[in-house]
């Protein structure tokens, strides 16, 4: 299997107790769904990392994991709402689907500098 360089990094990181490097340029892919892709490959990866565990990685999966949930949980959502008509009993269901959407963005906003950036 070949690694790309940004997976590389990443996983010298963990595995020597540093912070991780900023991913390279457009390695998170689209905003949406598509931003998580790019922590598929460490949480394969996060058996082998447990045993010699530091803090900052096992931070790192909770909080990124956790997110990636209620991602996954909007992006289910809103292909639910795409099936639905629109009228004026839905509105207040297609708000709250938006808000949550909003809410898990503004999430985002937080964790990326506090994981990337200190």
Known sequence: ???SPDQ????????????????????????GGAHGLNDVFPWLRLPIVIPGG??????????????????IVGLIVFAVLLTWTLNAKRAGAIENAGL?????????????PLLYLF
Do not use: K, N, R
């Open 100 to 112: 949550y959407w909003h809410f898990v963005d503004l999430v985002w906003i937080f964790l990326f």
């Open 8 to 31: 590389q990094a990443f996983d010298m990181a963990v595995v020597a107790d540093q912070v991780m490097p900023l991913p390279a340029e457009g390695a998170h892919g689209g905003h």
């Open 54 to 71: 530091s803090m900052w990685a096992s931070t790192y999966f909770l909080l990124t994991g956790f997110h990636a949930i209620h991602v």
């Open 1 to 3: 299997m070949v690694m």
